[in-house]
């Protein structure tokens, strides 16, 4: 539903310089993890370099691995790892936390009790003790597990947000009038309560889209990560593995370590751009 | 005490530009005086308190002088003015008794504020417990958290605090308002009793319930959209205003005694203007039934009548 | 029209519900046609559960309300529609009573769809004029606008006009004037007391003794969950005989008199004893208070 703010928000979302810097980064990489793969003709595995490791050149551009692997080939691929990682285990998550938080905050009383309880238990749970468990029982495992494993477990922050916020929201005297006026309680949240939300749920979003990326990379670096596939995580993992620290190969983790550091922290600076958009509180003067 | 404000302007900084909140405010207080600050939401009543004590961001001095008891205020200055602070002006801040931390005592906390403002000396235990006295809560008050004290219980603790160096001037900043009507009696009437004990000189109550001030303040100012109405004892504001927006103000209050069927009242038609970019000249202009052409020039604060001060053009006509 | 009987309301607090609130405690009063009624009672004294029970957006936990005779927990779905045509309320922060995403007009929107779905778009334009006219707001001043363009007076006229829309016959107004500036009070005031002799009936709920004065025929008044004293506004007011109520009256700030000159007049017995209330909902000592009538049209509740 068009309304007027929306365009205010778009006046000021592209005025905002936290917002356009973030996003243009973001978009940079996703851009390249879409094109890369086609500007190289070498697929991420195969041994293309018989003298082994070398150094960036013109023929590579990041260089090659130790088993003469392109690290631009496995960099560009693991980008795509790593941003549907993002998609699934930051969608999953988010689903889940705005699923739960919602119904507990807009319910209350008993249901609110039970579902509290239950984010508090997935809180709490060693996730990797647990994941520890699961890699000793599924001995290949891709990239779409971790994804899941990660939305399974990631979502309870999300969701006490989303339940304060609906809290705050279901009280407002605007949501008695709505009863006032006969509509049906699922048109209310529909309609009134779900839009003043939406801001809420596209900075969740985010927020668990860079949690996922950043906790598959760790999960990846310490070798918890999938079997199949690379990813960015992996890179480094089989950097360190193979002594690149100590034989001075940086091209083959520096890539993938500063493209984490740098998506990570671009979403953060735009989540924080749009919470400036849509809180004109924190705009600043 | 004496207090002497002449041309007070303080602008609220925004976005936007300035907001022009309180806009040359002159007059003064006697000594044992209690003055009601009354008027509207926007009208600059809180600005003036706070300017007085605590001019900080987003309010800018613009000019205006301020003497308390012959020695001018460098209000413009927040180090400065800690030297006065609490000593010579002291406030009783809005809300003040919700911002009490709820993980201290109280008596913690008093040692805290006693401690932090270096004023271990002038308070002894004695005197804390005698002010406790005063306002009839019991010495044990210390040893509760916020929580354990009702409404009217923290207001009173937080005016005993304001009040330990018994300051020249008291500034009360709707300090009833959230109160049931017989806790606010109690707090009401105990602002008079701290100025008969001489434990404070002078007082400016600011509220915009006026029919509190016609119980327990000497003389009420009235401020209209950053500017001064009119200022005369209780009884002339109340029974024989002569500033049209204080004559209007008034005969909208209901009160007990007053029924629709008898005596319909009336309301003043129209709304405060925006100070962001306030209209030229006297402010209430567009509302007021006796406006003409030399409205447009801001009416001076002038003292009609002894002890009564009105800035109305059609007013001075009559006197002059 | 309107009727409580023997209401009450219970919360459930503390860990796992152990403890009992009583907010509302067997409360009984009725509102005729075309009358105002005034429900005063302080902080925690009930007034504004009941007013939320009466609209549905509470449960009664013991007792009957009913409108012209029917309870009105009966009702559902299409019943509870009917119920809306009849019975509407208002709130005290205006701000709060829009969804400030939505400009203000939405409202009337919602209203269409739910209640006049059929009605042609000419026609429908002409009620909506109507009924803000019935407020006093002009048309051209106040459609299409978002709340924060609004003033809080023209907003709580607006939701006033809801009234006027879907020709109500009991408007349960609770605390509406309290977040107003003093000057558009009265009007809102001197409103709803013009759309009281259009035939409306009122339900006035408030703290505020002048306000209640002004406007009601008869006056409740409520302590901690109890009616303590009702009757007509003159009788209350003019004669308050329980303790309650007379301390109410020595307290309330008034413009004609001073405290010290109420006080004389009420006499002794009028002061407030203790002024940290005790908690809410908490027993009386002695038996449950009945309502005795004292003088024609004034019940006075003596402890049993």
Partial sequence: MKTAKGSEFLFFALRNPKLRVGLTVVLFFLGLSLIGPLLTHNAPFDYVNPAGADPPSSEYWFGTTTFGQDVFAQFVEGLRATFLVGWIGGGLGTLIGVIVGFTAGYRGGLVDEALNMLTNIVLVIPTLAVLLIITAYLEVRGVLIESIFIGLTAWPWTARAIRAQTFSLRSREFVDLARLSGMKSSKIVFTEIAPNMMSYLLLAFILQFGGATLIAATLDFIGLGPTTGISLGLMMNNAVLWGALYLGMWWWFVPPGLAITTIVGALYVTNVGLDEVFNPKLREM | MSLQVENLRVYYQTLRGDVKALDGATFTIEDREIMGLAGESGCGKTTLGHSLIRLTAPLRYVEGRVILDGAELPIADMARMDEFRMKRISIIPQYAMNALNPTRKIGTMTQELIRSRRMEAETSPEELRRRLDLVRLPHDVLNMYPIELSGGMKQRMVMVLSTLLNPSLLIADEITSALDVATQKAVAEMLVEFRDRGIVKSMIVITHDVSILYQVADSILVMYAGQLAEKASTETIIRSPRHPYTKMLVSSLPTVGVRYAEHKLAGIPGTTPLLLDPPQGCRFRDRCPVAFRKCVEVPPFLELAKGHWVACWKEFGSHA | ?304
């Fill in chain 3, 1 to 304: 029209m309107l009727r409580l009987d023997g209401v009450s309301k219970v919360y459930k607090v503390g860990t796992f519900g152990g403890k009992e609130l009583r907010a509302v405690r067997d409360v009984t009063f009725d509102v005729k046609d075309g009358e105002v009624v005034s429900l005063i009672g302080e902080s925690g004294s009930g007034k504004t559960t009941i007013g939320k029970m009466i609209l549905r957006l509470l449960s009664v936990a013991s007792g009957t309300i009913s409108i012209d005779g029917v309870d009105i927990s009966t009702f559902k779905g299409e019943a509870l529609k009917e119920f809306y045509r009849k019975v509407q309320g208002v709130f005290q922060d205006p701000f709060s009573s829009f969804n400030p995403i939505f400009k203000a007009d939405k409202m009337f929107q919602v209203l269409r769809e739910e209640f006049y779905p059929d009605m042609e778009g000419r026609d429908w334009d002409k009620k909506v004029d109507d009924s803000l006219k019935c407020v006093g707001l002009n048309p051209d001043h106040v459609l299409h606008k978002f709340p924060h363009q609004l003033s809080g007076g023209q907003l709580q006229r607006f939701l006033i006009s809801r009234a006027c829309l879907l020709e109500i016959n009991l408007l349960v107004a609770d605390e509406i004037i309290s977040m107003l500036d003093a000057s558009t009070r009265i009007d809102v005031l001197n409103l709803l007391a013009d759309l009281k002799s259009g035939g409306l009936s009122i339900l006035f709920i408030t703290h505020d003794l002048s306000l209640a004065y002004y406007i009601s025929e008869r006056a409740i008044i409520l302590q901690r969950g109890r009616v303590v004293e009702m009757g007509s506004s003159e009788k209350v007011f003019q004669n308050p005989l329980h303790p309650y109520t007379r301390m109410l009256m020595a307290s309330v700030p008034r413009l004609d008199k001073r405290w010290e000159g109420v006080e004389q007049q009420l006499g002794h017995g009028a002061q407030p004893s203790e002024m940290a209330g005790g908690p809410a909902g908490g027993d009386t000592p002695g038996g449950e208070p009945e309502l005795v009538e004292a003088e024609p049209d004034h019940f006075v509740a003596i402890a049993g």
